[in-house]
């Protein structure tokens, strides 16, 4: 399963689910397969959904699975927290313009939420590609 690939701004916080609440573990839970990856779908077309997040101070995207390929863009700077499937907590720092593009082989995932920790919006655009391995999640 891919993980994410830390950079030089991606800190560890936490391994083993430490620090999870009960509410974080059941929306992990519930949200298994939640296929809506982003707060808005901007566009989809026979090859692409392509995604708004964007995060006010203090707010958080909910637990979403990934199992398309996809790329996003952070267009603002800022601090986000992430809460992954396999337990691990990372604080990340978004310089505008960072870009990432993440595959995922057939039966591979990422379920994970995002919270904006710092001072200022979070606001990205993530694209997923339908022509992936993987058939994309009903919306």
């Known amino acids: 399963m891919p993980e994410p690939t830390p950079t030089p ?18 929306e ?11 707060g808005r779908l901007i566009e ?5 959904r392509l995604w708004e997040i964007h995060l006010a101070p203090g707010e958080r ?5 990934h199992v398309l390929n996809y790329s996003w863009t952070a267009v603002h ?6 809460h992954t499937h396999d337990g691990t907590t990372r604080e990340v720092t978004y310089r505008s313009g960072d870009s990432k593009f993440l595959l995922f ?8 939420d995002l919270e904006n920790i710092g001072r200022t919006p979070l606001l990205f655009i993530t694209t997923e ?3 992936s ?6 919306l």
């Open 105 to 112: 082989p057939a039966g591979h995932f990422l379920l994970h």
């Open 44 to 48: 989809q077309t026979r090859w692409t």
């Open 61 to 65: 995207l909910p637990a979403h699975r």
């Open 77 to 82: 700077s800022g601090l986000g927290r992430q």
């Open 28 to 38: 992990f839970q519930r949200n298994e397969h939640n296929g809506h990856v982003g």
């Open 9 to 26: 701004a991606d800190r560890l916080v936490a391994r083993d689910h430490q620090g999870w609440t009960a509410e974080l573990h059941a």
């Open 133 to 138: 391995p993987n058939p994309p999640l009903p």
């Open 129 to 131: 590609f339908l022509t």
